[in-house]
């Protein structure tokens, strides 16, 4: 069988697109567990591997309305994961305001609960602003790579402390749980000291998939050492093609294969029967956006207040970000190839919040698809519709038969597992060698 | 009408009973989130007001077998949440151990997904190890108590950030969010400092209902001052008169009513068609009880270890116990009135882990509970089933049709919400006045 593209759905308030709630008949309301599950459903019918939640830890009604008052991840993907079977679960948390104790038990619960189908996106979350939440300092950027690789490592840990078999529930012997299968974890680093063990126990994929979207030298060097999903942030084919290979060219020094990790560029699409169609709809979609919530969105990406400079001048020399470094690398480069005027800038992050916008028939958008697929560019696609529903189902109706007669993606589920969908084996548990 | 009852139903891993697992047929997982759903079903069959989950912070397979390997009560409710319709949903969730960011948008999460059925059951954690999993000290039984009052007030604080009315999702204008109806919180106290606002609109209840259960002197004032309902631990009927009238009568110098706080003792009944069949299914449960895990339980419970001393001697002189207050003076207090052995103690704590046992027909056990009821005992009952499904269905199909006869628990739900069943008032908001 040929190489199988692996298709995401991100799930961030109303949609990818700033004001794409403004669309008529589009779901305004990210707090509507409804909606969600039919989200849920619908990318279950188009055999997506996963969904994933999105998070911040901080309320910016100004910079993201839409997205501002939303559910909770792990709440909402556990009743999710009642209304669905066979579709991956993925939840946004961050390793910087939480600790690996609550984050492996959580996880390892919706992996019970799901049947197998969880991933932990791991983040260190962008946002200076979330600090203030949690009564703490911002941790910089290197500082937060650093607590996020010891957390993973804790929190994978936690997942072995159990044996697969440790729970006997030998009602004759009443004998419960093995001693001799169930370890501490006796984690004693520079930022977290957990004994161990966790109190749940161990997932049905072994380890919940990890995924990841860090595009800095830290972030790409923590995500080749940790994760099995990778969300890349990228423009153009040329941009995703050097990060697809610098990426999978870390693995080999690291122990894996380059067929262990999945990398996903995210991409909304805008398709139509015809490109013109496409193309009405994503100018539908610019007219409806608001200039101060688009300024307000660029000067929280970028940390520099935006609103004083001229929106059709030239973008000015804005200082290193310690935020969203991928964002704004892949933004400016962009932007400056392009000669964009301010005004331009903010209409591209008002678009997909940065992300590659892909507009056009829904044959000029499997192309496309294709073409990055086959080229090493992606193994698939992180999918950002700029609304619900209809900004999902033209992609799931008129975009997905296609990439399955091509024979590029699934007709259906093999496999009952997220890491079935995505071709991943079980991790062994180094605590209890078979 | 006449004054109702409500009935909780505790879930804490396979059943209230120590060896309950083991009885044929019972759920013998406490991973098993199908058999939890049916469990919280046939709760909601039974017209229970709710379901709440226990839970620990670390893994003790020689005291607490049977739920040292179980679901976190977050994901599993929301899972819950869509398997039922009518029944509240209540989660523990430690003072001690997380934070009150991550705890108001939670638990707001949690009744958005459940249209208003959700109640955070606030515990200080009684268990010292828990410490270890957090890279921590276990603060001292008053600390936690400071700690817990502030983290109340600062999640109800969260909780009141967004007026009902903040999220507008105006497509004609554009306005998404209402800035003028949407507030920070800016506490800063001595522990905790949170901006705010939470990220997620004002929860369906206004406030998710907050439960406690604390016996010691600071808990029962925590609970006078924020709780609404409060699970208690009791023995006999004058035990819990006077907790239960010690209680009411610090509420009007806090400014609330007596009617403002349900009182739920805390009771494992065992249920027969006649006194001698009750009799009987409790033997067959102490049967199974295994010694050392008898033990474990007691030494965890009392924070000194047993096996030192002789079984069936006097019960030794022991420390005043920093941890589980509550407990260990009313088992103590019993077991010196009753002279027991060590093994009697042992014995009373493996059956319900220091909880009421009531044992005999369905007359019988219907009578007494309308006894407490109606003498000023209760307003209502925490069900502490042996082990399921027999072990609650007993009680749902024996014993609820005789209450609801005699006019003292529903027929059926009236409203849909948590607070809807326990008859208390969705609270105003005081930053943003009607």
Redesign the interface.
């Known amino acids: 069988m040929k190489r199988q593209m692996h298709l995401g759905l991100f799930l961030l308030g109303t949609g990818s697109h700033i ?1 794409g ?2 669309m ?1 008949g589009a779901v ?2 990210f ?1 509507d ?1 409804e909606a969600v599950c039919e989200i849920a459903r619908t990318a279950e019918r188009a055999k997506f591997d996963l969904i994933f939640m999105g998070d ?4 910016d ?2 910079a993201h ?2 997205y ?5 991840p ?3 993907l ?2 999710v ?3 669905t079977e066979r579709v991956g679960l993925g939840a946004t948390v961050s390793t910087t ?3 690996p ?2 984050v492996a ?2 996880f ?3 992996d ?2 799901s049947h197998g189908r969880a991933a932990w996106n791991a983040v260190t979350t962008a946002a200076p ?1 979330a600090a ?4 703490t300092q911002h941790p910089d950027h290197a500082r937060r790579y650093e607590i996020a690789g010891e957390f993973l490592d804790t929190v994978k840990g936690l997942w072995d ?2 044996a697969d078999d ?2 006997v ?1 030998d ?1 004759e012997s ?1 004998l ?2 093995d ?1 001799a299968r ?1 370890k501490p974890l006796d984690h004693e680093g520079a930022f ?10 161990r997932a049905p994929q072994g380890h919940p998939i990890i995924s990841q979207a860090g595009g800095s030298e830290p972030g790409q060097q923590l995500a080749a050492r940790t994760a099995d999903l990778v969300f890349a942030v990228v423009q153009d084919i040329d941009e995703a093609r050097a990060g697809y290979q610098a990426l999978k060219a870390r693995l080999p020094a690291l122990g894996r294969r380059p067929e262990d990790v999945c990398v996903l560029p995210g991409v909304m699409p805008v398709v139509g029967r015809t490109d013109r169609e496409a193309r009405d709809k994503l100018n539908a979609l610019m007219r ?1 956006v ?1 200039a101060s ?1 688009a300024l307000g969105m660029l000067s929280e990406r970028f940390g520099v207040d935006m609103s004083a400079y001229d929106l059709d001048g030239p973008i000015p020399e804005l200082p290193k970000a310690d935020t969203y470094h991928s964002f704004t690398g892949v933004m400016l480069a962009k932007a400056r190839r392009e000669s964009m005027t301010l005004r331009d800038l903010y209409n591209l992050v008002a678009a997909a919040r940065g992300h590659w916008v892909l507009c056009g028939s829904a044959e000029s958008v499997a192309d496309t698809l294709q073409d990055w697929f086959e080229t090493g560019a992606a193994d698939g696609f992180n999918v950002m519709p700029p609304y619900f529903h209809e900004g999902f189902t033209d992609f799931t109706d008129l975009v997905v038969p296609l990439l399955q007669e091509r024979g590029l993606f699934r007709a259906d589920y093999e496999g009952t597992t997220l890491r079935d969908h995505l071709g991943l084996q079980r991790p062994a548990n180094p605590n209890f060698p078979a």
Chains 1, 2 share one sequence.
């Open positions: 004001a709630w403004r008529p305004d309301s707090q567990i911040n830890l901080n309320a009604p100004a309305p839409s501002t008052a939303r559910l909770e792990l709440t909402l556990s009743a994961a009642m209304a305001y939480s600790d104790f609550t038990r959580a390892a619960s919706l019970h609960i602003a203030a939440n949690f009564g402390c159990w440790a729970i529930a009602r009443g419960y749980i001693p169930v977290f000291k957990v004994k161990g063990p966790v109190n749940i126990g409806h608001n919530n």
